[in-house]
């Protein structure tokens, strides 16, 4: 079947409807839940509210203490990201640009550490957490200093894998003319290398912005009720009494919308720079 045949396309566009509609359908319910009253949600079923009402986005800050959990996410997934960010370019382009003794083995372990879930890694870094509050007086278990140093262990070795290829592919020949007009290589990787890889940079820091801002299974075990993010912080509407499914709606829909802003807004860096590493 060659793509100019009217059966073709039309298997397209039969295949993307159905598609747009498989995304699209849980994505309204979520819209229209969170306008409806809680009665209005635990009864019959409605595609359209009878009653729309905004009451909901504005309960959501009072049920939970919902700003907290935003900040406390906002904190903790900046930090992440920027550190991420940081110590993976120097790693990166060290990589890239000088052979050393286990180079290559460097790099087949930080790309296995993605093979492992990270369930695995959980207790690890709860019971040295332990330790380093009982030897050091490090408290790590219940902080948001915690939380961040466990979300670089599997943002940072992706976002070295990433920046390796990425700036492998990036000419040395730039580097050279550097040297020649006397840069050491601390300026040429900020002002030659890092403005010509500001795709794969940025596609990086989103990943790492992502991966902390929904993470559920860290956050779970290692926050506090003072420290604890949006995505735990979720769970707070559903208690013993009842289940606020408008407000669930409404605030999942508030939580998500610093990551739809930052992907639409940042989208062509981060198809050039998954494309560009993925490739190399």
Do not use: C
């Not at 993307?16 to 359908?25: E, G, H, N, R």
């Not at 290559?104 to 330790?131: E, H, N, S």
């Not at 075990?221 to 995505?231: G, K, N, W």
Request: net charge neutral.
């Amino acid at each position: 079947m060659t793509h100019d045949t009217p059966g073709y396309r039309l298997f397209r566009y039969v295949t993307l409807t159905l598609l747009s509609l498989f995304v699209a359908t849980p994505l309204y319910v979520m819209v229209t839940s969170s306008l409806k009253s809680l009665p209005d949600v635990q009864g019959e079923f409605t595609w359209i509210p009878a009653s729309p009402t905004f009451q909901s986005f504005v309960d959501i800050w009072q049920t939970v203490p919902l700003a907290q959990y935003f900040v406390n996410s906002l904190i903790v997934a900046v930090t992440a990201t920027v550190l991420s960010v940081l110590v993976a370019v120097f790693a990166s382009y060290a990589m890239s640009r000088w052979n050393f003794r286990g180079g290559a083995t460097f790099k087949g372990a930080v790309l296995a550490t993605q093979m492992f879930p990270g369930i695995l890694f959980l207790l690890p870094l709860y019971l040295l957490f332990v330790y380093a509050d009982q030897n050091f007086g490090t408290d790590l278990v219940g902080t948001r200093t915690g939380l961040t140093i466990t979300y670089l262990t599997f943002s940072l070795p992706f976002a070295v894998w990433m920046l390796v290829g990425y700036f492998e592919s990036v000419p040395r020949e730039l580097d050279e003319a550097a040297k020649m007009d006397g840069a050491g290589p601390l300026r040429t990787l900020l002002q030659i290398i890092v403005p010509a890889a500001t795709p794969g940079i940025v596609a990086v820091s989103i990943y790492a912005f992502m991966t902390a801002w929904g993470e559920v299974l860290f956050a779970s075990v290692l926050t506090s009720e003072e420290t604890r993010t949006l995505a735990i912080g979720l769970q707070a509407y559903s208690t013993e009494v009842n289940v606020y499914w408008n407000q669930i709606m409404a605030a999942s829909l508030v939580v998500s919308v610093p990551v739809v802003a930052g992907f639409l807004l940042l989208q062509r860096y981060l198809v050039a720079g998954f494309t560009a590493g993925a490739v190399k």
